[in-house]
Structure formats: structure tokens, C-alpha cells
């Protein structure tokens, strides 16, 4: 088939390469010229592992073009997946006017090609609140008018950033939200190859296959808030949430997944799809009130964690503290990106951690290992970016885990406390036992578990 990926992002550039890799011919249309350019000199612009050379092999075979040309990208395409962005302000408005943008491209496209041409599926492959694909379309309708034939349908992705290839390769399970079941036999040849492993793909109307993706979501977002809630009465009551988690988490009904503590989710998809929720209970008068505690704990759990590093350091948050105790402290960061194995920072809990050790009057020095760049750009002169774990925590007076990268794992915790001034670790993420980081005498902070007091430590 020939198909076109608007937008050549996390999700346009990974579902564009695993396309063409099953043979389809696939343009991939971006409105930003750098990230062209970079793709066309076979340079990945994000960080994804296995992306790069499957990325470099189907160009190579003439199965994928790169293009900021809107007509060469419309006009051949059986299949228009459109995979731009979906901010969301921090009420939950969905911002639509990329999407937007895009159908009213397709629909020059269309009415240029004029009334003869095959019927062009239009495919939302974008997370958009649920009645937004069908909007499209008639936005589409308006502009063309009743004579041009066209088809729409939503295809939610549920891939991981981080196991993008894996997850779309090998899906659990493949949702298409369809008007005619001509529409659902194309999406069969299409996903065909990629759900031999017998799991399924599951046809259903366009409004149900939008809100499989908030719920989804949602609910992951919901396991997480759970377990930060958890883990903080923990804390409060002397038990030990690693310990707790193991128990529960044998019985078969609950399961491991999405159930460690830690700072609370962040990326791109979590804290907007919550949102998302939120404004369509108000929009119709359903409040979301799991959704709302959900994001809360969420942001919450943030806060807590900064607290611990500002009591920590003898100072005091919220109403009438402020920046006495992290004054003049330089404070290690390891990991920037909101999780393991992306460049990506959107939401991350790092930032927001960073920003706020800054704006108490401490410095911040933070190593990530493949989202220095982007860190980089993000924060500007706030914060120092290292390209080595270790020079990050010379002098430090601190260091705080945010993301749970590997390397971050066995550190060298001699050479770790020889190159630090201080000696306390804030370990957002809980990558270390108590008893090792007695051992190794550091004052340690995690989540949900008892605070490790080095005897020589300030209190
Ligand atoms: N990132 C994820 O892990 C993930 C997973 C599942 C679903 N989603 C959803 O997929 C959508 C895209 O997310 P993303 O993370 O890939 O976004 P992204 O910001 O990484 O990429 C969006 C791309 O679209 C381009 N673009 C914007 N307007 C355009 C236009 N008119 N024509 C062509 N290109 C245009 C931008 O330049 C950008 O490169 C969102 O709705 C998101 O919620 C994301």
C-alpha cells in the first residue's frame, strides 16, 4: 500500500519505518525542515532503540521517503495517517490546531485531485478527544463538498517510547475505529503482518476506538497514582512499600506492571490523556473524580520528593518557607528523561525538580545519557549539563535519581561519595537497597521506604 505519516514524530517516524518495513511504500511529511533534513542524511532525530537501521534499510530500499512537500506526500497515498501532536494546556483543553492544520491540507489535496479519484483513507492515528475524528471529517466534508469520496477512520497507537519497535511490531492487541467495513478490510491487510503472533485486531466504531486509548492510559496513569499513594502512607507507618508491593503483587489479579513508586509518571501521553479525561467529564457534566485524584497524586508526588530535599538541608516549602535551607548547594541530577531508554523530557519529572532546587538558590548539574541535548535546549543557562555521570556530582551537596536508566543502577559508590562534598542520595526512583547504601555510607532517601541516616549526617 502507499501510505503517507503526517508528522514524523515519536509516533509518525516509528509507525512510518514499521510500515515500510512489511514492504509498504511510505512517505513520511513533517512542516519542520531540520528534522527533513536530518531523516534524509539518515539521522534519527529522536533517541529509540532499533530505530536508526530499520530506519536506514527501508530508505536504502526505496520503501521510505522523507518529504516537507504537502502535494508529493497527499497525492499518491491510499492510507493518510495523521500522527501530529495534542498538547494540552493544563485544564485539559486538547489543542487541535495541528490537527486541524493537516485536515485542511488533505483537504486541498483532495479537492485538487478532484471527484474520480480511489476513495483516500484518512486515519487518526493521533490520541484526540473522543468525537474529534469524526469532526475532522466533516471539516474535511465542508471544504471539499459532497462529490469527493474519502473515508476516515482512528487507529490509536499504544506503543512505548523507549520499546517503540517492539511494541508496534508485535502488538497486543490492534484497534481501528471504522465508518464502512470496506475501510476494515484495508486495516487487516495492512496490520496482517504484524498480528501472526495471533493477538488481535479489533474493529469497532469510530468513538469507541478514540476512548480504548484514554481508557488505557488512564488507567496506567491510575495504577501508578496508586502506588505513590501507597508508598507515602508507607513512609508515615514504618512499612516498607518494596516489601508490600511484592506481596501484593503475587496475586495473579493484580500483577507487577505499573506498580513501582517513585516520582509519578510524566512524559507526553500520561499527564495529558489524565487531563484529557477530566475536560470531557466537565464538557458533559461527568465529573472525572478518579481522574482528578489520579493527576493530583501525581503532581503531588513531585512536590514530596522536593520537600524531602529541602527538609533534608534544614530549609521549609510551601507557605512561609523558602529558599533558606538549598541556598548555595549544588545539587547532582541523574536522568532528565521522564523514563529509561528516550531523549524525551516532555512533563519529566527531573525538570520540574531542577527547576525548583534553582529557584531555592541551588545550582543544578544534571547527566542523562542520551537526553542531554534536549535538556540542554530546555533549560538553558538554568541548569549545568554534563556529558558523564561522575562529573555531574563533583562537590555535589546532593544527588537525586530521576530516571532509572541502567548505568544508574551499580554505581562505583566509593568513587561516587570520594567525588560528592555531601553525602546524601535522594533516590527518586528506588534503584538501591537500604542495607547497600548503609554500607556504603551515604545518607539515603527513597520512596516508601525508611530514610538511611549516615551517622556523620546532618539531620
Ligand atoms: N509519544 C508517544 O509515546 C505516543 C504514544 C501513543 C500515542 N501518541 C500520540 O501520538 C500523537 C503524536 O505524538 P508524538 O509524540 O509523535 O508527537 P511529536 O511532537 O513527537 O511529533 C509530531 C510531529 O508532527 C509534526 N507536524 C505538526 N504539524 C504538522 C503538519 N500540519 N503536517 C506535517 N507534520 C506536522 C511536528 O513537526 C512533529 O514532528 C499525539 O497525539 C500523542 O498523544 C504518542
Known sequence: MKLTMVGTGYVGLVTGVCFSQTGNDVMCLDVDPRKIEKLRQGICPIYEPGLTEMMIANNKAGRLRYTLDKKEAYRDADMIFICVGTPSDERGHTDLKYINAAADDIADMLKDLGPSQKPKVIVMKSTVPVGTTLSVRDRIRAKVGPAIPFKVADNPEFLKEGAAIEDFMKPDRVVVGIEDESVGESFRQLYDPFVRNGHPIYLMDVPSAE?????????????????????????????????????????????????????????????????????????????AKLSKSVHEVNQRQRDRFFDKIVAHFGGKTGIGGGPAGLQGKKIAFWGIAFKPKTDDIREAPALTLMRKAVSYGATAFGYDPVAGA?????????????????????????????????EFKSPDFAKLKKLMKGDVVFDGRNLYRLGQMKDAGFTYYSVGRAVVRHESAHS
Request: net charge negative; hydrophobic share 40%; aromatic share 10%.
Open 211 to 287: 476512548m480504548v486509548k484514554y481508557c488505557a492510559n488512564n488507567f496506567l496513569a491510575t495504577k501508578i497514582s496508586f502506588i505513590n499513594e501507597m508508598a507515602n502512607l508507607c513512609e508515615a507507618y514504618g512499612a516498607d512499600i518494596q516489601k508490600v508491593r511484592e506481596g501484593m503483587c503475587s496475586d495473579k489479579r493484580i500483577g507487577n506492571a505499573f506498580l513501582y513508586p517513585g516520582l509519578g509518571y510524566g512524559g507526553s501521553c500520561f499527564p495529558k490523556d489524565t487531563l484529557a479525561c477530566i475536560m470531557m467529564g466537565d464538557k458533559c457534566g461527568i465529573e
Open 374 to 406: 534536549n535538556a540542554r535546549e530546555e533549560l538553558g543557562p538554568a541548569a549545568t549539563i554534563v556529558d558523564d555521570m561522575y562529573d555531574a556530582v563533583k562537590d555535589a551537596d546532593a544527588l537525586v535519581i530521576s530516571t532509572d536508566w541502567d
